[in-house]
């Protein structure tokens, strides 16, 4: 079988770790009763389950078991919160604060909200991604009900001083949230020492299964009140209803238990496969680090290069890594991130920007093989160009000389024209990529 790509996209997912896994499997076939069944052993069974598993994610923010609240993911979660959050405290005030940089899942329920009659400020972001406290301390109001900044951004890895926020809304009698689901089980968090009223996480951004995830929601020193968004049954104290899916949410606390234990290791390590990475990459003039250079996620790097149609340079890699050039979750948007115009980049840097997230199976072997083609590609790509725009779509058929490739892309320095790259056209954008692009098919296996 052809070899896949290097995997370094864990922003947009993680696999399941395989202790995850075997957590899971028993609550799959034999212990597979419905939490809720109190009458027979099954039930019993499924209901321990969970119980442990609150224990264990309370334990890992610092907050009691009963202030966990399952849900399908940080999405639903982060849509619970802030709908929640409005519509049981209209009484109150009707406005709400919010980040630039946010995950869509925040930004678009603040959209929604604002439909309804709520008024949204959207704080901009310093050039390294950070708040300036002093403008989010301006924008609030007596009127303000709900502050939402996100502890670790999935693009650019920033982590915002979620406690100098969380102090000032406690002070004004504010809640607020932070959609965690970037942070959980690599970076500490700790929804007391950060005034964190709720916090929305997720499992398969750290080696658990997708389709799971959870809210914090503050019981006490302020008791916070939520309206349900999903009726039907009373589950999880009446805020979400419906069946608990017991072996996700054993994955779930399985992986933030991993994730705990092994964070002292774990953390010096991505940092500095990280950081070598990038050390490596400085061969090549005009790439521009997006994001705070130290207050970030270890396994965090995000770049943007100068000089290169993003496009080519996505195409020019895809089948030696996989990567993100933005949020998963906003791929199929032709439009640039919302993330790095926030931070001033241009939409060609938008457009040419790499982000890698390295994972707990990431290798150093694995980064030298990234390091290599990358610069490879930046350097083939920006030889070839010779003031032609590299991404111009062909007009005469199938070929590279109408661009002027040929040849010369074969001479750029670190191209192997006998290895197994060469120049590539790329039939579903009706370009020529004349980078390092592996040639041989690949082969995927039957479902």
Request: glycine share 10%; with cysteine; charged share 20%.
């Amino acid at each position: 079988m052809t070899q896949r790509p290097i995997y370094l996209d864990g922003h947009a997912t993680t696999p399941v770790d395989p202790r995850v896994m075997e957590a899971m499997i028993p609550f799959f076939t034999q212990q597979f009763g419905n939490a809720a069944s109190s009458s027979h052993i099954y039930g019993w069974e499924s209901e321990a389950a969970v119980k442990q598993a609150r224990e264990i994610l309370a334990a890992a923010i610092n907050a009691s078991p009963e202030e966990i609240v399952f849900t399908s993911g940080a999405t639903e979660a982060n849509n619970l919160a802030i709908k929640g959050v409005a519509e049981a405290y209209l009484d109150r005030g009707r406005h709400i604060v919010t980040v630039q940089t946010e995950h869509n899942a925040v930004l678009d329920p603040c959209a929604y909200l604002a439909t309804l009659g709520f008024e949204v400020t959207v704080l901009p972001v310093q050039p390294n991604g950070l708040v300036n406290l002093d403008e989010f301390e301006a924008a609030l109001r007596e009127d303000t009900v709900l502050v939402s900044v996100m502890a670790a951004n999935n693009e650019i890895g920033v982590l915002q001083p979620l406690a100098d926020i969380g102090q000032r809304c406690r002070e004004r009698g504010i809640l607020f949230h932070s959609d965690a689901a970037q942070a959980i089980g690599k970076v500490p968090l700790d929804v007391q020492a950060m005034a964190v009223d709720l916090m929305s996480l997720t499992a398969h951004k750290v080696y658990g299964p997708k389709g799971m995830g959870a809210l914090y929601v503050r019981r006490r020193n302020p008791r916070v009140t939520l309206a349900p968004q999903q009726h039907g049954g009373g589950h999880e104290r009446g805020m979400r209803s419906g069946t608990l899916y017991t072996p996700q949410i054993v994955g779930f606390a399985k992986a933030v238990e991993l994730g705990l234990a092994e964070m002292a290791a774990e953390t010096p390590r991505l940092k500095g496969l990280r950081d070598y990475l990038w050390a490596r990459l400085q061969v090549c003039d005009g790439l521009l680090l997006n994001g705070h250079p130290s207050q970030r996620l270890p396994g965090n790097l995000n770049l943007s290069v100068a000089g290169v149609d993003g496009q080519a340079l996505i195409l020019g890699l895809r089948s030696l890594v996989a990567f993100s050039s933005g949020s998963a979750c906003s791929s199929a948007s032709r439009k640039p991130s919302h993330v790095l115009k926030a931070l001033g980049r241009s939409d060609d840097l938008a457009y040419a920007t790499l982000r890698f997230g390295l994972g707990r199976f990431t290798t150093a072997a694995e980064i030298e093989q990234v390091a290599d083609g990358v610069i490879a590609t930046i350097t083939a790509l920006r030889s070839t160009t010779q003031g032609t725009p590299i991404s111009a779509p062909l007009t005469e058929g199938i070929g590279i000389r109408p661009l002027g490739w040929g040849q010369d892309a074969l001479d750029a320095p670190g191209v192997d024209p006998g290895g197994p790259f060469g120049i590539h056209f790329d039939r579903f954008t009706n370009m020529a990529i004349a980078t390092l692009v592996r040639t041989q098919p690949v082969e995927v296996p039957p479902l």
